[in-house]
């Protein structure tokens, strides 16, 4: 249907109407998060007495809210203080102001609508208010657009616009967005949290480091309209940040570290290491981690072009979009290098084997020479053994503090004396 707008005056009786009918949706997205001050609402009923203009209302005949078959049934887009206010003075909750002026001839000082003449109610409730309705040829998107425009003189961004899709993935991405975490992060404040969890949680249901673009995330509202909170993608990423915000809750101001980027790929690093690790209870650890990884980084930033560690270099340069090339290299080298600080991080179950990341940095840390004192032979990665330093049967974790590298006859020397005793 084409868009289409009309003005339509209501008397105050029939918006009263309309309100106990349920007819007017008061719809929450609309609202602004201020609630009226009480000067504010006795100053609207006075003008209304006074016959003064008060500012059109907006209603929209929403195709999503309205049966086809149902007249005046509408969505108060903008004037809801209005109507709210209006309704009050009608159910007594409302006054007119002590300093009103009297109207003819009648005393109007702090009188509620009782207390007024059957004349001047009557008068009150034929009082028109002019409504502009919006046809249902207006989506849910355009009005928000609209109505940014009013208020913030800016078209909708385009998280702003996510939050208009059907279904609901925008509720779970809305709530998670009130992590604590969000608070220490340096992001847009129109909807930059909600847009960090909706590419955060993009990636968990897509199962490995994708890349993050607006045609993807719109996808991804669209194909998870039945999301809820309990789902295990859901659960799993408010798990991460909630990880986060212990770890960055030193302070409450932002912390300049914690951008954009920073906060995509630590939810993911957190996200992924609490499938294999016992995380809990490192928060400090982990913040540390990133924390040193970023002052190396920057540090590395400072050099000459020649003296730079390339592996910093390239980081930097992923930290500049969101494709699958540059999500994925800057979680790659952030988790290895949180699980190559964090020595004592225990495997989650007491599990035998050494992940591929614990093995490389165990690699990394031992220079891959044997730890044999009497052998320190140069071994390669495909060829060396990640050993537990106190022998797994004895009680030895598998964590980073317990590994060593070995060359293969020494691991089976070892191994053979461990049976032995
Ligand atoms: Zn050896």
């Keep these: 249907m084409k868009k289409d707008k009309k003005n339509q005056p209501f008397t105050i009786s029939n918006l009263k109407f309309l309100i106990e009918k349920g007819r007017l949706n008061f719809n929450p997205r609309y609202q602004r998060g201020f609630v009226w001050k009480a000067s504010q609402k006795e100053l609207l009923i006075d003008s209304l007495i006074l016959g003064y203009d008060v500012p059109k209302l907006y209603f929209h005949d929403n195709p999503e809210y309205s049966a086809p078959d149902i007249d005046f049934q509408y969505d108060v887009v903008d004037g809801q203080q209005r109507l709210r206010t209006i ?28 207390d007024l003449s059957d004349d001047l ?48 993935f925008k509720n779970v991405v809305n709530d998670l967005a009130n992590s604590s975490i969000f608070l220490r992060c340096i992001l847009s404040k129109r909807g930059g949290a909600a847009d960090a969890v909706a590419k955060i949680l993009h990636v968990r249901i897509n199962g490995s480091i994708t890349g993050i673009s607006a045609p993807a995330l719109r996808k991804r509202y669209l194909d998870n309209q039945g999301i809820t909170d309990k789902s295990p993608f859901v659960l799993e990423t408010k798990r991460a940040l909630n990880f986060l915000g212990r770890a960055f809750k030193a302070s409450n101001n932002p912390d300049p570290r914690l951008k954009k980027w920073a906060i995509l790929t630590l939810a993911e690093v957190a996200a992924e290491m609490n499938k ?7 928060e400090a650890e982990f ?49 290895d290098f949180i699980i190559r600080e964090i020595e004592e991080l225990p495997l989650k179950d007491s599990q035998r084997a050494f992940t ?62 461990v049976q032995d005793s």
């Excluded at 002019?130 to 249902?136: A, E, P, S």
């Excluded at 294999?276 to 490192?282: C, M, P, Q, R, T």
């Excluded at 400072?302 to 800057?330: C, I, K, P």
Aim: hydrophobic share 35%; with cysteine.
């Design 87 to 114: 309704q009050g003075f009608l159910e007594g909750e409302v006054k007119l102001p002590k300093e009103a002026d009297d109207y003819k001839g009648e005393v109007l000082k702090s009188k509620k609508f009782d």
């Design 121 to 168: 109610q009557m008068e009150f409730l034929n009082m028109t208010l002019d409504i502009v309705i919006l046809n249902d040829g207006y989506v849910q998107e355009d009005i928000e657009d609209m109505f940014s425009r009013f208020n913030n003189g800016e078209p909708l961004n385009a998280p702003e616009k996510r939050n208009s899709l059907p279904g609901n």
């Design 276 to 282: 294999d690790y016992a995380l809990k209870d490192f």
């Design 287 to 335: 913040a540390n981690a990133f924390l040193k990884f970023e002052a190396e980084r920057i540090a590395n930033n400072e050099l000459d072009d020649s003296e730079q560690d390339s592996t910093y270099s390239e980081v930097t340069n992923a930290t500049r979009g969101d494709s699958q090339a540059f999500a994925q290299f800057r979680f790659d080298k952030l988790r």
């Design 356 to 417: 591929l990341e614990q093995r490389q940095a165990i690699y990394h840390l031992g220079g891959g020479v044997c730890a044999n004192s009497n052998c320190q032979k140069e071994v390669e990665f495909s060829e060396f053994h990640a050993d537990h330093v106190l022998p797994f049967v004895k009680g030895g974790e598998t964590k980073l503090s317990n590994g060593q590298v070995l060359c293969a006859p020494c691991n089976l020397k070892k191994s053979a004396s």
